[in-house]
Each structure stands twice: as C-alpha cells, then as structure tokens.
C-alpha cells in the first residue's frame, strides 16, 4: 500500500510537504515509526490522525497516544474558544467522579500501534508548525491590546517572575503578540488578544500562579491600558483588580491596521513605538485628522501594524516597525504632523510621553539616526508575534486536498482516515470524495452537518476578529453540509465515537452517520464530553482496537486483545493461543456469513479452501470440510477449551468475562437499532441471540429459500433455509419479541424495533387488494396475492430444531 516515500525527517523527527499553493504542512510518526527512524515503512499499513480546531498534532501525540505522564498543563484547543478557561484533562475527570486516565498501560497497547503500522499524525494548515496563506495587503486591527506599566521593587525577583509570565503567555492559544520591555526600575508589559474574555482568561491564569511567581509581589503597577474595537472595549469586562494603578479604555479608530505576520519567537529587529497624546477641547480636530495620518504610516512598507486608539481626554498611538531606521522616520513623522502641517495635530492634541521598546543593538542605533529627544528607551527582554492575525482562511475543500498531499507525499495508495472534532468532518468529506483512498474510517465528534443552534454557537465562538481561527470557524466549520445520501458510496468500515456529555457534537451527528454509512459502529462512552479521548480510557480502548483488529474482527467485542498487548512479556501463552485460535473462528465465521448471504457469489469450494488456510494458520489440519464448514467450528471450539483448561484462574475469569469476544454481532449493519427484529417463517418476531447476534436477519425471498418459497415451486424447507444468516443460529436462539402483527409478513426484513416508526411492510394483509392498486405498488399487490394462495394450505410440521412451521400441504 506504501510506496517510497518522497519525504525526509528534520532533525526533530518532522517531515514537511509543500501543498500546490505554496503551503507547507508539517507530520510526524507516532514513536518514530515502526523501525523507530522517523521514516514510513513500506510494508506497513498507514494511519492518518486528523485533529481539531485550535488543536496541532500535540492532541494525537501527547494527548490521546501518550507514552508519558500526560502535562498537566495540557489542554485542548477547543476550550479556549468558549467563555470558559480551558480545564485540563485531570481535572475534567475529576469533575466527572472519574479515575484519571491510566497512562502506563495506555503507553502499551500504543507502543504496539506504532510498531505494527504507520501511524501519521497532521498539524493542519494554519494549525501547529504547518504554514498558511497570507495577506499581500495591511487589514483591519481587530485584537483587544493591554499594556501594563509597572514599577520595578525588586529587580531579580521581578524577571524571575516574568519568565514565568512569557511561559503562561507562550501556551495562551488566542493571543497574537506578546512584549516586555524594561528601562530601570520601569517595566512595561504589552499584550494583543483576539477577544476581551481571552485577555481575562490569561490574567486569571496569572492569578493562579504561586505568590512568588506573581508580578505584584516584586512591583507596584502603575497604569493599565486596554484598547480594541468598539464592540470590545465596551462589553462588560471581567478583570481582576488592579488596586491603585490608573485604568484607561480607549476605542480603536476603524482604519487602524495591521499586516499578515509570520510566526516569530523572539521578534527579532522589530522596534515598537509608543505615543500618548493628551486631548484639547475633548479632541473634536483630532478625530477628524487621525484617520489622514493613519493613511500616511499605511503607505510605509516597514511598518507592520499602526493603530490611534481614543479615550474622552487622551490618544495612543502604537506602531510596530520592521527595522529601527522606519522606527525613526516614524518618530519624525509624527514630529512633523504635530508641527508642521496645516491640519496638524498639535492644535488638537499634545505630546504626553513617547516609548521606543527594542533590542539593545537597535536602541543603540536609534539616538544617531534621529536625534530626538525626550523619547523614552525600553530594552526588550521577551518580545514574541504568534502569526494568528489574518482575514485569509481555508475551507472543508481545502483540508481534504492537504490530506491528498499528504498521502502522495508519502506514498499510500490506500489509509485508514482517523478524525477528531474538524478533523471528522475532513474525514468524511475525504472519504465522500475519495472512497477508494479509504480502507477504514474513525471519527470522534462528527457529524454530517452543523444544526441552525449549532452553527449559532459556532458564531458567537467566531465573533468578528480577523484571526485563522476564527476564519475557518465561518468558512469551514459552521457550514459543514455533508450530503448523507453521498456518503453510502462509502464503503470503508467505520467508527464512530462520541461521549454522551459532548455539547458541541452530540451524539445524534454519530447516529445520523451511521444511518447512510454500509457498515458503521456507534460507541457512546459516559464522559469526558468534547475530550473524551484525552480523559476517557474507554474510547481510546475501542479506537485501538480497531486499528490493530483484523478484517474479521473489526467490530467485534476484543476485550482481550489489550490485556495480551498491554502485558507482552507475562500474558500465559495459553492466553495466546486461546485467542490465536478465537481470530481464526471469527475468520472462519465472517466467510460462513457471507456464503449463506451470497451462495452464488462464493461458492462452497472457494470458502472450504479459506477456512481450511485459516485452520492451517493456528495448526490445524485434517478437518473435513466436504459437505459443510460447520467441522470447522466445532474443532476450533474443542482446541479454545482445551486451552481454557490450561489457564490461570485469573485468566479464565478474564475470558469468561469476554463472552463472544470474537464474535461480529452486526450492529455496524445499515439500519441496526435497538430491539431491532425480523419476523421469522411462523410469524414470531425475532430479535438478538445469546450468542452475540445483533438480531435476526432472515428474507423470505433471499436466495437460500428459492424452490420453497417465491416464483418457484413450494417444497419443504430445510433447517438451515429458516436460519439466521447472519449467525447461522435458528430463529429459536433469537429472542422472541412476540407475534407479527397485522400488517407485517414473515420476512418482514428489516423489522423495526419496538417504539420504532411504523413499518412499511411489503403487503397489508387486512386491506383490501383494490386499496393497494390504487397506489400503484404492483409489487406488493403480487407478493400479497402469492401469500394468500399459499396460506390456506399450510399444515405444522416439526423442522427438528424445535421449531413447528407451517409448509405447504401440495409438497
């Protein structure tokens, strides 16, 4: 399935692809790879992980496939979007009066994963260290800006306490920019975020930290000032206190702009100029000329952001500079337009203090090139630009080609697609337009379409700021509309996963999908909402499961294959081979299924010699197999209890606890539900087996039953004619949900369960045949008629199995 790849790993263990317009997408290996050298391995199946929204390949690597103890300060990206502070993993179990996640045996089972295939994990465009496309053109400033002036008390202990500020400001997800610049005993710390509640959740973050970690026991702060759009600064804000420091709201002018930055950490050469202007006459001239000069600063090509922001007594003025000589003409600029224009600023306004922040080689440059003076110099000491700003975006389209990128880069012609949140819904609209790329498919949080009160949370979420998260948000995210009907051209095995407690993609999304996918599995675990593969060890248990699961054991209930992974080195080799010996049953029982439903698509001779190599593959051989494969059965089941015998009794309690652990039960049919049934040939509606069969499955006209019952001639059916064929199992190892009912027919595939909708049943028995043909349905009208020529001869016969059925009296 892998052919060369076409990509080599960094010194880091990253490899990175370039997309057809230019953006460059970061993956990594899970553990290395299967040969641990960073490097696809070409005879091994591939995993593509896909992950969310505000999220990287992190989400995979350290969140859910973890090999160490999970940091405690991770969190996914998808709680720093909503109003509440993001919440780590620990801590929603906890709430949840759950265990933690257990980390050790969890390292196991993935340590297994990554050995037996490729497992790929994607930071998605604009997301991680994957790039994104940028504006050739300056844009609206949309973020709410903080600046905090302190008063240095302690110098040492105050840049102890700013370290560990930068690190809370690093892992903060909505923030575009972040400075500290220090001049003595003065220290002035600046902050964009993209909302007002973003900027309340870092200082609530910061008021978490250990006392001597705090900014406030080294310094006195002196004055706080917050600017942004008007929308912004005028929502009700939820601050800490600030005690005595002097706190100043200021409403950003409409034309203030900022250009599409890179990522860059530090920001190197970058000067930072600062003006606060002092307003005359409540600044009426002022307002009407600011816009003028921000037009001026928009033409210099080295400035990277210029905003004026206005209070009722006072202005700032904030430019960001590229180089220090633009940071200069900026400072003669604004010189000029305070004296010696005729619309002036200087007849409005006047000049209350002036800051340059920048690196100590370019303060040293600055009083050469311009000879100003009364300009305070800061120094900065951490000075970082997060590249988040924007108004470019991506849409569902574009993922879905990264992930084509992706899979040419590497080689893979086919790959089993693993989806979390955004990530689902790429999966899915991949698999939708590239069915044959898709061997198997597992979502988390999917769904097919965002509902009207979804898509309304979606945009309060998004707000109005000009950031890649945000964009994608209205542009990918809240119009997701996958067509259900489409994705029944999908035929890949599917997974399902979803918590009962997720808010943002409930369950329902999940059990819509599984009503257009073929074969698709629904698992709902109790917890851990949006998370629950992070906090939650139950979903990380079925989505390994299904990566390591054979054809034949996809959906089956494998309760034992963690225990035999999770302890390599001490599982009794009884154990083992009790399980060898279960997946060669389940095998052996997926191609006895498909023979009873499709006899003259796999012939007899073809299924013998499968059963008879998957015999061979657990060491056994001689079994006959000429008249019927059931011999194989009965031998597997001997030599699974001969092995039982041999276990320990802490095995054989796991074992029994397992059940039918090998066993399909088919609930990833199309159109399984609960109490689902079929009403079976003596008219009794048949529903799941003890032995691990979803319900029972069985068609009057199904190609088994040719000769007894249809166009051919009636005769008396054999035993294995009136079986579910499905399990093999006769309709009296089915639960019996009670008689048909008036408008139902033995047959009546596929029954509905109880509480269902009402069925439409092939025929009405009790309406009249002139009712039926004024419908058109010709097709019913004959199936009725050949039913009643055939009841009124109908006499109980005993089938042998317990099972008396009516058969024709002409046979």
Known sequence: QVAAMGTSPDENGNHHVVCP??????????LGGPKGNHCIDPGRRVVLCLHGLGDSLSWWEDGVFRVQELAPTFVSGIWHLGSMPARAPAALAATAGKPPPDAKSR??????????????????????????????????????????????????????????????????????SYSVAIAGTTAVIRLAHQRTEHLGHFLEAQGQALPELQLSSHADLVDVELTGPAEEVGKDLVLPPFGAAEVTLLTRNRNSFTVDRS?????????IVLHRLALKLGGVKFYSTCSKLIEEVRGDAACLSFGISLSTHCASLSGVFSTVQAAASHLQRLQRWMEERDDCLGGSASISSVQVHARESELAQLPRLQGTVGVQLLQLESCFCTGKATTRSATLTDFVQDVETVLDAIGASQVTVVGHSMGAFIALQHAFQYPGRVERLC???????????????????????????QNVIRTAVSVVDIDLSMLQGVKAPALL??????????????????????????????FGGHDSLVVNDEPVEWLLRFLLATDSMLFAEDSLLLRVLAEPDTAEPALKRYRGLGLALAEVEQLQRRRRRQPEVLPLTEVCEAIRAALLSVGLSNVGL??????????????????????????RLAVEEAGFWWRDSG???????????????????????????????????????????????????????????????????????????????????????????????????????????????????????RWRKLRPSYRRVDLGFGLIAPVALSA
Request: proline share 5%.
């Open 107 to 176: 390292a196991s089972v993935v340590q297994e994963v990554a050995r037996q295939m490729n497992v790929v994990m994607l930071d998605q465009r604009g997301f991680g260290l994957s790039g994104r496309p940028r504006d050739s053109e300056a844009f609206e400033d949309t973020s709410i800006a903080s600046s905090f002036s302190w008063q240095i008390r302690d110098e040492r202990s105050f840049l102890a306490a700013v370290d560990a500020y930068s690190e809370v400001a690093r892992r903060d997800p909505h923030l575009f």
């Open 667 to 785: 609930r990833a049919s199309r159109g399984y539900t609960a109490n689902k049934y079929t009403v079976d040939f003596c008219g009794r509606r048949r529903g799941a087996s003890r032995q691990g069969c979803a319900w029972f499955r069985w068609e009057a006209s199904g190609e088994q039953n040719k000769g007894w019952f249809g166009s051919g001639p009636a005769g008396p059916p054999r035993a294995e004619a009136l079986a579910c064929w499905w399990c093999g199992a006769s309709p009296t190892d089915h639960e019996d949900l009670g008689p048909m009912s008036s408008n139902e027919l033995p047959g009546a595939f596929p029954g509905q369960g109880a509480g269902g909708e009402t069925w439409a049943p092939p025929a009405q028995l009790e309406v009249a045949e002139e009712e039926e043909e004024d419908r058109g349905d010709e097709a019913n009208v004959e199936h009725r008629q």
């Open 263 to 271: 990522r860059s950490s530090p920001a190197d050469n970058e000067v």
């Open 626 to 651: 000429e008249d019927s494969t059931d011999e194989a059965n009965v031998v597997l089941l001997a030599a699974m209890r001969e092995q039982l015998e041999q276990m320990s009794q802490g095995a």
């Open 21 to 30: 317009d230019g953006t460059s997408l970061r993956f990594r290996l899970l």
């Open 443 to 469: 979502t988390h949080g999917g769904a097919h379409k965002v509902g009207k009160k979804a898509w309304e949370l979606w945009q309060v979420l998004a707000g109005s700021s000009n950031a890649w998260e």
């Open 497 to 526: 996963l979803n918590a009962e407690d997720d808010l943002l993609t409930p369950p329902v999304g999940s059990q819509m999908l599984k009503t257009a996918l073929p074969q698709a599995l629904v698992k709902l675990t109790a």
